[in-house]
Nanobody, 123 residues
Framework: QVQLVESGGGLVQAGGSLRLSCAAS????????MGWFRQAPGQEREFVAV????????YYTASVMGRFTISRDNAKNTVYLQMNSLKPEDTAVYYC????????????????WGQGTQVTVSS
């Protein structure tokens, strides 16, 4: 059974940084594009970033460009999300997900999901 386990969430002040990690098991990691999504209370889950399979190209939603960096280490079966200059509006549960599609921003394109990690940014 595929497992994706996120870690690294927490409480941080506005302007601070956090690094999220997502470790995958029982997954041919290099064959999957790895994405990060987030969901704030009362809102729909939204795409944050993706690191594609085969060439590790990266794509971001506009609101995090220049502040967040997604990266992946295929040798460690792990994807990361470095979050800098955090804002209160970044507060959400962050999920990592795996997709066999090269590039998609739709949550429907991701077949495997982690349990999520809470990120809270105080003003």
């Amino acid at each position: 059974q595929v497992q994706l386990v996120e870690s690294g969430g927490g409480l941080v002040q506005a302007g601070g940084s956090l690094r999220l990690s997502c470790a995958a098991s029982r997954l041919t990691f290099s064959s999957y594009s790895m994405g990060w999504f987030r969901q704030a209370p009362g809102q729909e889950r939204e795409f944050v970033a993706v690191a594609t399979r085969s060439d590790s190209a990266t794509y971001y939603t506009a609101s995090v460009m220049g502040r967040f960096t997604i990266s992946r280490d295929n040798a460690k079966n792990t994807v990361y999300l470095q979050m800098n200059s955090l804002k209160p509006e970044d507060t959400a549960v962050y999920y990592c997900a795996a997709s066999s599609t090269y590039y998609t921003r739709s949550s429907k394109g991701y077949g495997y999901w982690g349990q999520g990690t809470q990120v809270t940014v105080s003003s």
